[in-house]
Every structure is written in structure tokens, then in C-alpha cells.
């Protein structure tokens, strides 16, 4: 995994060095941190914008980092082993972004930061991100009954 050029660049995606099998295995290290820090931030005690926003948004951007080269060379060289890993990959990424639209733990964080001490002295420009986030979640069915979350798998 240390050789996986997908995961160790600095600035510019080495494309010429990227082979099929490098990309489910970025996929799946960088969705297994993803997770983690889902999993580690809710279970903070003390909720602060550094302790919840920060994380996710480094995990989340290191997923963009490497999903960003691998739907380019998807566009680009478009053949069918290509195609396939590609596929299973996204499906990976779209199982992971609808868990954490509907992860209640995580919404319960965001809105104990918007209620509580620290969020009342963040900057406007964290407000406004902060109910862009809440917004986010009720646009995804947070609020809906299990009944009607099953059907969103479908």
C-alpha cells in the first residue's frame, strides 16, 4: 500500500503510475479513515468547531484528493477493467456518503454545536456553514420515520 501512488502524492496525481488495482484499495483506506473519524468525532464529549468540522473535512477532502484523479482517468481511458473498478468504487463512496447524510450521531454533534456555548461564538461565516450542514441532513431524511428511510434504499 505504501507504493500506491494514489495515495502518496504531494501536488499533481502521477496518472502514468496509477494501475486498476491502486484504485479500490485508495478507495477502501480512505473510506475506512472516513468512517473512523465519523466514529471517533461522535464520541467526543467536548463538541467544538475544531473537534467535529475538522476532522470530517480533512478525511473527506483526502477522499476527494484521490476519488478526483480516478474519475478523470475513468473519463479519459474508459476501458472496461477500468470501468468495472470504477463502478464498485463509486458504490462504495455513495454507501458512505448515505451513511453519514442519515448518521443521527453526527446530527445530534452538529446540533449541539449550533445550540450549545461554542457555537455561539463562532464566526458568521462558521454559522453559516453550520446550518448549511443541518440543512443538509434534513434535505436527506434525517427527520424521516424508519418506516419511510427504508425506502431510500431502494
Known amino acids: 500500500m505504501d507504493n500506491n501512488p494514489l495515495l502518496n502524492y504531494s501536488i499533481f496525481p502521477p496518472f502514468s503510475s496509477i494501475k486498476i488495482n491502486h484504485v479500490k484499495e485508495a478507495v477502501q483506506k480512505i473510506l475506512t479513515n472516513c468512517y473512523n ?14 473537534t467535529l468540522y475538522y476532522p470530517l473535512m480533512i478525511a473527506e477532502n483526502e477522499l476527494q484528493r484521490i476519488w478526483s484523479p480516478i474519475t478523470h482517468l475513468n473519463s479519459v481511458q474508459h476501458n472496461l477493467a477500468l470501468r468495472k473498478v470504477y463502478e464498485e468504487s463509486l458504490s462504495f463512496i455513495s454507501e458512505y456518503r448515505n451513511w453519514i447524510n442519515q448518521h443521527d450521531g453526527l446530527y445530534k454533534s452538529y446540533q449541539s454545536l449550533q445550540r450549545g456555548d461554542s457555537g455561539q461564538k463562532l464566526s458568521i461565516i462558521q454559522k453559516k456553514v453550520l446550518n448549511n450542514i443541518l440543512h443538509n441532513f434534513k434535505l436527506s ?6 418506516q419511510k428511510k427504508k425506502y431510500m434504499h431502494i
Do not use: F, M, N
Not at 37 to 50: A, G, L, P
Not at 141 to 146: F, R
Open 37 to 50: 473519524t465519523v466514529d471517533q468525532i461522535v464520541s467526543e464529549k467536548r463538541i467544538t468547531w475544531d
Open 141 to 146: 431524511g434525517i427527520y424521516l420515520s424508519p
